[in-house]
């Protein structure tokens, strides 16, 4: 599988703040997954994305399927203490089979 | 509606030991999926089912491992001879139609 590229690797912010993270692939995908994983659990689904440009919230998340449909980002706002944990992104190209294909995470820490 | 569920949650082994893990997916899902996480990756896709057939199997799942889904609805995970390098989370994720991957609470398994 392909090893996605996912910015930043790390985040250490106030809580309240916003944040933003983001994934690339030099390949193209027609569904992007977001994901949070804490300490010792499986991932859990946030954000499903299915369509080239679409936009689509979550409460505080709010998550894009870029237009080239070989990147994604999603955004946090006013983050809270429980927002702490790893974010994956995930991209599947149906076309070439069901795995899905992560990026290495982005790790978040929000200090009260 | 229950979650995926996965069994054990940790499983503690020698190396040359066989081990089998077990997963329950989400009912009527009839995609299953295993991936395998090691400390500071994304999730790595192993094998999926669909029903019972067994329709794509990555490089990563060497001869040592085995995945059957019997009767269409669970799944199990059998590595025989374990090394060190085998240790890591085995994750077990299940979808319906969509894409949309739901993942369970994995298996940390940990070969000495």
């Known amino acids: 599988g392909q090893q996605l590229n996912q910015s930043p690797q790390s985040m250490f912010i106030q809580e309240g703040e916003d944040v933003s993270m983001n994934c690339t692939s030099s390949?193209?995908?027609?569904?992007w997954l977001w994901y949070k994983q804490d300490p010792g659990e499986g991932p859990v689904l946030l954000i499903a994305?299915?369509?080239?440009?679409e936009l689509t919230s979550n409460g505080r998340l709010t998550a894009q399927f870029g237009i080239t449909r070989k990147d994604s980002f999603l955004n946090i706002s006013a983050s809270i203490p429980s927002d702490v944990g790893i974010y994956f992104c995930?991209?599947?190209?149906?076309?070439?089979?069901?795995?899905?294909?992560f990026g290495k995470g982005t790790s978040l820490l929000v200090t009260p | 509606d229950t979650g995926v569920s996965q069994d054990p949650r940790h499983k503690i082994t020698k190396r040359g030991q066989n081990v089998t893990f077990r997963c329950d997916p989400i009912s009527e899902h009839n995609r299953l999926y295993w991936y395998r996480q090691t400390l500071g990756q994304g999730p790595e896709f192993l094998t999926y089912?669909?029903?019972?057939?067994?329709?794509?199997k990555s490089r990563l799942l060497s001869d040592r491992f085995s995945a059957e889904r019997p009767k269409g609805s669970f799944s199990t995970l059998e590595i025989q001879r374990t090394e060190q390098g085998d240790s890591a989370m085995y994750l077990c994720a299940s979808s319906l139609i969509t894409d949309t991957q739901y993942f369970g609470p994995g298996t940390r398994l940990t070969v000495l």
């Open positions: 390949s193209i995908f027609n569904t």
């Open positions: 995930a991209g599947l190209n149906s076309n070439s089979g069901y795995a899905l294909n």
């Open positions: 089912f669909q029903n019972e057939a067994q329709l794509e």
């Open positions: 994305l299915y369509k080239a440009g």
